[in-house]
T-cell receptor, first 114, second 113 residues
Framework: NAGVMQNPRHLVRRRGQEARLRCSPM?????VYWYRQLPEEGLKFMVY????????ESGMPKERFSAEFPKEGPSILRIQQVVRGDSAAYFC????????????FGPGTRLLVL | TQLLEQSPQFLSIQEGENLTVYCNSS?????LQWYRQEPGEGPVLLVT?????EVKKLKRLTFQFGDARKDSSLHITAAQPGDTGLYLC?????????????FGGGTRLMVKP
């Protein structure tokens, strides 16, 4: 089975541009989570989604950040008007329906804002 | 806000030594996961512990979940250079409170040959 896939692995944006990060969960997994790892800091939860639903977005910044997990296709984390402080590694994780606490992580997207 | 404190933050040992990494909280977790992360990669799941007092072994790695489900430990026997990496513990609170994981700050282990 393919693991959690994320693309791109690296993304460079200038301040004010938009960043779109994609995540395809493991086959058979219907729950997707996004985490952010700032330089020299631990992983912090951002948002938890099921197909077509946002379940918990308590870790998402109130502005410029949005996430979706459509019926078809990957989950998307979108950052509008990026700023230098958005530079971080963004990880997606997925879990199966019957074991939602065990999460499997993708390789991450490293975003660099110039 | 729940916090998971990991100790030590850094550990440098010689090949063949034993070590223990601790993960402590004042909050109860329904389960706790241990991950290992290599530079430039995502965390790789090592184990999930669910029951208070549970002990799981994975070759030279022994994981224990505290009786009160507030703390956990990872013990490595006869460490090898291949064990070098960042070890992360992460706690989950269960379905009723959401499924987000709260991560500890990590223990960076270096095993010298």
């Amino acid at each position: 089975n393919a693991g959690v896939m994320q693309n791109p692995r690296h993304l460079v944006r200038r301040r004010g541009q938009e960043a779109r990060l994609r995540c395809s969960p493991m086959k058979g997994h219907s729950h997707v989570y996004w985490y952010r790892q700032l330089p020299e800091e631990g992983l912090k939860f951002m948002v938890y989604l099921q197909k077509e639903n946002i379940i918990d977005e308590s870790g998402m910044p109130k502005e410029r950040f949005s996430a979706e997990f459509p019926k078809e296709g990957p989950s998307i984390l979108r950052i509008q008007q990026v700023v230098r402080g958005d530079s971080a590694a963004y990880f997606c994780a997925s879990s199966p329906l019957n074991s939602q606490e065990t999460q499997y992580f993708g390789p991450g997207t490293r975003l660099l804002v110039l | 806000t729940q916090l998971l404190e990991q100790s030590p933050q850094f550990l440098s040992i010689q090949e063949g030594e034993n070590l223990t990494v601790y993960c402590n909280s004042s909050s109860v977790f329904s389960s706790l996961q241990w991950y290992r992360q290599e530079p430039g990669e995502g965390p790789v799941l090592l184990v999930t512990v669910v029951t208070g007092g549970e002990v799981k072994k994975l070759k030279r790695l022994t994981f224990q979940f505290g009786d009160a489900r507030k703390d956990s430990s990872l013990h490595i026997t006869a460490a090898q250079p291949g064990d070098t990496g960042l070890y992360l513990c992460a706690g989950a609170r269960g379905n009723n409170a959401g499924n987000m994981l709260t991560f500890g700050g990590g223990t960076r282990l270096m095993v010298k040959p």
